[in-house]
Nanobody, 124 residues
Framework: QVQLVESGGGLVQAGGSLRLSCAAS????????MGWFRQAPGKEREFVAA????????YYTDSVKGRFTISRDNAKNTVYLQMNSLKPEDTAVYYC?????????????????WGQGTQVTVSS
């Protein structure tokens, strides 16, 4: 049984930082794409960042470029999202996700596995 378990969410003031972690179990995702989506109240789930199965290839939505950094530790089957210079508009539930392909895609329907989500709230 595959599980993705997120941690690291919380409440932070604008300009602050948080680091999200996502530990996968049940199968290895080395060589497969892993990433993060987020969903704010009343909005659709949107792509945030992902790491392809090819080492070193990362992708970001425009609104987080230069502020967020995705990284992964394949030995620990874990992916991270370092979020700096947080803004109130970053407030959302953040979901870890993975797909059984090395290729990063940005629509949530392309992903096979999902975590339960972790709340990130940025106060102004």
């Amino acid at each position: 049984q595959v599980q993705l378990v997120e941690s690291g969410g919380g409440l932070v003031q604008a300009g602050g930082s948080l680091r999200l972690s996502c530990a996968a179990s049940g199968r290895t995702f080395s060589g497969y794409a892993m990433g993060w989506f987020r969903q704010a109240p009343g909005k659709e789930r949107e792509f945030v960042a992902a790491s392809s199965g090819n080492p070193g290839r990362t992708y970001y939505t425009d609104s987080v470029k230069g502020r967020f950094t995705i990284s992964r530790d394949n030995a620990k089957n874990t992916v991270y999202l370092q979020m700096n210079s947080l803004k109130p508009e970053d407030t959302a539930v953040y979901y870890c996700t993975a797909r059984t392909s090395a290729v990063v895609l940005t629509h949530p329907r392309e992903y096979n596995y999902w975590g339960q989500g972790t709340q990130v709230t940025v106060s102004s």
